[in-house]
């Protein structure tokens, strides 16, 4: 009974850290947000994802290209 419980544990927490590993490695590789493959990651993860952002004020998105350029004053 145990090695079951464990199983199934073990299988749903399987099934939360593919997406959300998954969101995190789009994110880190600029993966093409416009791909549906991509939005339906990012849909199926945005449930575990989400408190972590309200909880830490951060936005829900990739930083977008500067162009190198500083805002930095001289």
């Given at each position: 009974?145990?090695?079951?419980i464990?199983?199934?544990?073990?299988?749903?927490?399987?099934?939360?850290?593919?997406?959300?590993?998954?969101?995190?490695?789009?994110?880190?590789?600029?993966?093409?947000e416009?791909?549906?493959l991509?939005?339906?990651?990012?849909?199926?993860?945005?449930?575990?994802?989400?408190?972590?952002?309200?909880m830490?004020?951060?936005?829900?998105?990739?930083?977008?290209?500067?162009?190198?350029?500083?805002?930095?004053?001289?």
């Amino acid at each position: 009974m145990r090695s079951t419980i464990l199983t199934v544990l073990s299988l749903f927490w399987a099934v939360v850290l593919a997406p959300t590993g998954g969101r995190f490695l789009a994110l880190l590789s600029g993966a093409n947000e416009e791909s549906e493959l991509i939005r339906k990651l990012y849909d199926w993860s945005e449930f575990w994802v989400e408190p972590f952002f309200r909880m830490s004020g951060l936005q829900n998105k990739a930083v977008t290209n500067t162009g190198g350029v500083s805002s930095l004053p001289r």
